[in-house]
């Protein structure tokens, strides 16, 4: 079965960084990637999105200027760069694939998405 793992979250005090791993068994090359999360009791949003050749990529407005995806296709490999987090980060974060677009749409269509993984916590907590 095709699936995303994700790795790489924690417990960060407010102002630290972490890096998200999202890697999947299929090649990633045709599709655009994007990394969502969910919050106790929210619904689960787009924080980011990168195209097949990560040469566009969009961020929600929490996101911009502290966040930062990539990829490399040649590993099936998505990473999000986290910095200056803050309590409000605080989610389950999982990434997934547009199978029906090489380019991002944002805002996203998350039905548009697939292979959803089981996700990686972060939380930000003094």
């Known amino acids: 079965q095709v699936q995303f793992v994700e790795s790489g979250g924690g417990l960060v005090q407010p102002g630290g960084s972490l890096r998200l791993s999202c890697v999947a068994s299929l090649t990633l090359n045709d599709y655009a990637i994007g990394w969502f999360r969910q919050a106790p009791g929210e619904e689960r949003e787009a924080v980011s999105c990168?195209?097949?050749?990560?040469?566009?990529?969009f961020y929600a407005d929490s996101a911009k200027g502290r966040f930062t995806i990539s990829r490399d296709n040649a590993q099936s490999t998505v990473y999000l760069e986290m910095n200056d987090l803050k309590p409000e980060d605080t989610a389950v974060y999982f990434c997934?694939?547009?199978?029906?677009?090489?380019?991002?749409?944002?805002?996203?269509?998350?039905?548009?998405?697939?292979?959803w993984g089981q996700g990686t916590q972060v939380t930000v907590s003094s």
């Open positions: 990168t195209s097949y050749s990560d040469s566009s990529k």
């Open positions: 997934a694939a547009n199978l029906m677009r090489r380019r991002c749409l944002w805002p996203t269509i998350n039905h548009e998405y697939a292979y």
